[in-house]
């Protein structure tokens, strides 16, 4: 019978959801979701100095945003404290630990002369085959694995192929500290035997740890799971991401707008391909997704492309979707919750998305599609930008109040008719369109550019399209 796939997120509580650990996430939850298995979350929490309660809160919130679930509950590391250390006494009992009894000067003196003969600077088996009886009384100690030392240890990595680590090369690498707390390196793997882990996908930066998770692995007789590291995530410089790059954490591009099911299918090409497929919805991701169309090089992160991407999808999100996706971008924008409060008023919602048309296909960002939607809840009379006070001239204001007198007769406050008539104006005094369309923008907006002017005016509605048209006319 085939085990269920059984894959596992495991951030480490410090920060916020970095784009590289989101990412991560994804494959690990595209890869469960194809095979029809299920996602763990656990939490890397035993180093207590870094691990915060805020921190746990922003990964759940930047990955609920992405819309990534996970089954069950997050998993503690450190609450299995007692479970590992078990363990440990297990790997005592039948020979495959020993305690290590050296002092940190002996360590010191160990490097150095490793060094001055121009070796790895590694544990040299002190303490390996010595009785304990030999430690001075009361002496402190670390539990080392009792690592093989001739053959070969090897990953067969599902992306980075066949990696063969010579034995000599893995020390025998401490289980427990000289306080009894476990290190990272044991307790993942006793979580990833005891939740049943099947697939291990993680960054390619964890490779090193695989051969000596190996270890533990083979030393428990416990079945390993299979591994796959994901290449890094660089900028577009072809440095590793980082702050200098700068947004590296989920909740930042959040607040710069982007929506969730862009930032999703843009995470999913970094990486990952099929075949020339750039827009895919979230069941085509899950239906094509696979270790086997992952590449070994780095992804760099192109912000341009991600813009032009979460531009699509906002033409291609209805409007009372994107409203609602809006809504919850709103608190982490500038301003955001003033505007959540005109939302809130009368009918200003219904207002905001007769307008919402209009405005989204001129926005990439839903932070670009709040400033073009500004003029809708901005207060008369309007400060206008320098563009928009630079076209409002004397002549801009004879023809606003040309305008205001012939749309305020307009037999229907309907795109079609108020066309008809700005144009039969414009006709009339041998002007271009241009030159009456854009004292009437800059009027209804205080801006020099905005989505099209019948737009606007439907939006804004006679009373409150008439009455700023007054106030800027001669």
């Known amino acids: 019978m085939t085990k269920q796939v059984v894959t596992r997120f495991a951030p480490s509580p410090t920060g916020f959801l970095h784009i590289g650990g989101a990412r991560t996430a994804l494959f ?137 680590i010579p034995n000599k090369d893995l020390d025998d690498f401490v289980l427990t500290r000289s306080d009894g707390t476990p290190t990272y390196m044991l307790a993942v793997v006793v979580d990833d035997h005891d939740m049943d882990i099947t697939h291990i996908i993680r960054g390619v930066d964890h490779l090193t740890n695989a051969a000596r998770q190996t270890l533990i692995f083979q030393a428990m007789d416990w079945e390993v799971p299979a591994m796959a590291h994901i290449p890094l995530i660089h900028g577009p410089d072809g440095a590793k991401l980082s702050k200098r790059h700068g947004a590296t954490g989920a909740e930042a591009y959040r607040a710069m707008g982007y929506l969730p099911q862009a930032m999703r299918n843009y995470l999913a090409r970094l990486g990952w391909s099929h075949g020339d497929e750039e827009i895919m919805s979230l069941e085509n991701m899950i239906e094509w997704f696979g270790m086997d169309a992952v590449g070994q090089s780095a992804a760099r992160f192109d912000f341009k492309k991600l813009e032009n991407l979460n531009g699509h999808y906002m033409r291609a999100t209805d409007d009372e979707t994107l409203l609602t996706e809006w809504k919850v971008c709103l608190p982490h924008l500038d301003n955001g919750n003033a505007v959540l409060n005109w939302l809130s008023q009368g009918d200003n919602e219904k207002t905001f998305l007769a307008a919402l048309p209009g405005l989204k296909e001129r926005a990439k960002t839903l932070v670009e599609l709040t400033e073009s939607a500004s003029y809708l809840w901005r207060e008369r009379p309007l400060e206008c930008d320098e563009k928009a006070a630079k076209i409002l001239d004397e002549s801009a204001r004879q023809i606003l109040s040309d305008l205001h007198e012939i749309l305020s007769n307009a037999s229907a406050w309907e795109a079609e008719t108020l066309e008809t008539d700005v144009k039969a104006y414009a006709e009339s005094k041998e002007l271009k369109l241009g030159k009456v369309a854009q004292p009437l923008r800059a009027a209804l907006t205080g801006r020099g550019t905005s989505p099209g002017i019948y737009d606007v005016l439907i939006a804004l509605g006679r009373n409150e399209s008439l009455s700023r048209i007054k106030d800027q006319a001669a």
């Open 28 to 164: 690990n939850w595209l890869f469960a979701k194809h095979h029809g298995g299920k996602m763990l979350m656990r939490i890397e929490d035993t180093d207590r100095a870094r691990s915060t309660e805020e921190a746990v809160d922003a990964l759940i919130d930047g990955l609920t945003w992405l819309g990534l679930d996970w089954d069950g509950e997050p998993i503690s590391q450190f609450s299995r404290v007692e479970r590992h250390k078990a363990v440990v006494d297990e790997m005592l009992a039948n020979g495959t630990a020993y305690r290590c009894y050296c002092t940190q000067e002996e360590l010191d003196a160990m490097r150095e002369k490793a060094r001055a003969e121009g070796k790895p600077p590694r544990y040299d088996g002190t303490w390996r085959d010595r009785d304990a009886s030999e430690a001075p009384e009361g002496a402190s100690f670390v539990v080392r694995i009792k690592s093989p030392q001739d053959g070969e240890t090897v990953v067969d990595d599902m992306v980075q192929g066949r990696v063969v």
